[in-house]
């Protein structure tokens, strides 16, 4: 089974910290992708990767940077933290193989930012 | 723009059949995906359609109509557990996937 795991399930930081959000895949996974999830918007795309090194932004990567260095991890930074930036961040991976290429979610973190 | 809708809120009864909608106007197809997900956990892949036509899994089936830019999720023989937000997604000319905000499902006894 494939298995996405994301460093914690609640977060509770300051406006202006810098905050780490972590994700780990263990299925050999091409693609990477970091979500935020709110009530009544749905899931809202913040980057994504396609490989080692690569980073590509998604519809809302105001705020936000990734990084990518090895294939099984992909990181979620907020370089300072705001209270709008408080959500579910939900991380996932495919194994980038086109269509009906599904995504297999982590967890979820809910970052609340005070 | 790209755009998915489904209603916002179901109520249905145990035992019971729901037709969950979905419309979409996205750049390109590449293939329809549902999800499901309980309060508080992560998605998990339901089904995926890219010919028109009915896709039968278990209870659930799933449905797509390319031509009307519609989908549906039909769950039969409702169960407690199926208590959760449906989430209908396209994958677009980019193979990205563009997302609803999802059905809540609430299942009476």
């Known amino acids: 089974d494939v298995k996405v795991t994301q460093s914690s399930r609640y977060l509770v930081k300051r406006t202006g910290e810098k905050v780490f959000l972590e994700c780990v895949q263990d299925?050999?996974?091409?693609?990477m992708f970091w979500y935020r999830q709110d009530p009544g918007l749905g899931l809202r795309l913040i980057y994504f990767?396609?490989?080692?090194?690569?980073?590509e932004k998604g519809d809302i990567p105001e705020g936000y940077s990734v990084s990518r260095e090895k294939k099984e991890r992909f990181s979620l930074i907020l370089e300072s933290a705001s209270t709008n930036q408080t959500s579910m961040y939900l991380c996932?991976?495919?194994?980038?193989?086109?269509?009906?290429?599904?995504?297999?979610f982590g967890p979820g973190t809910r970052l609340t930012v005070t | 723009g790209q755009n998915i809708d489904q209603p916002t809120e179901m109520t249905a009864t145990e035992g019971a059949i729901v037709q969950i909608n979905c419309t979409y106007q996205?750049?390109?197809?590449?293939?329809l995906f549902w999800y499901q997900q309980h309060a508080g956990e992560a998605p998990t892949f339901l089904s995926y359609?890219?010919l028109d036509g009915l896709e039968e899994k278990g209870r659930f089936s799933s449905f797509l109509s390319r031509s009307k830019g519609y989908s549906y999720l039909l769950l039969k023989e409702l169960q407690m557990k199926d208590s959760a937000s449906y989430l209908c997604?396209?994958?677009?000319?980019?193979?990205?996937?563009?997302w609803g905000a999802g059905t809540k499902l609430i299942i009476k006894p």
């Open positions: 996932a991976s495919s194994s980038g193989t086109g269509e009906a290429d599904e995504q297999y």
């Open positions: 299925m050999d996974h091409e693609n």
């Open positions: 990767s396609y490989d080692v090194k690569m980073k």
């Open positions: 996205t750049s390109g197809f590449n293939g």
């Open positions: 359609n890219v």
């Open positions: 997604a396209v994958m677009d000319s980019n193979y990205q996937l563009i």
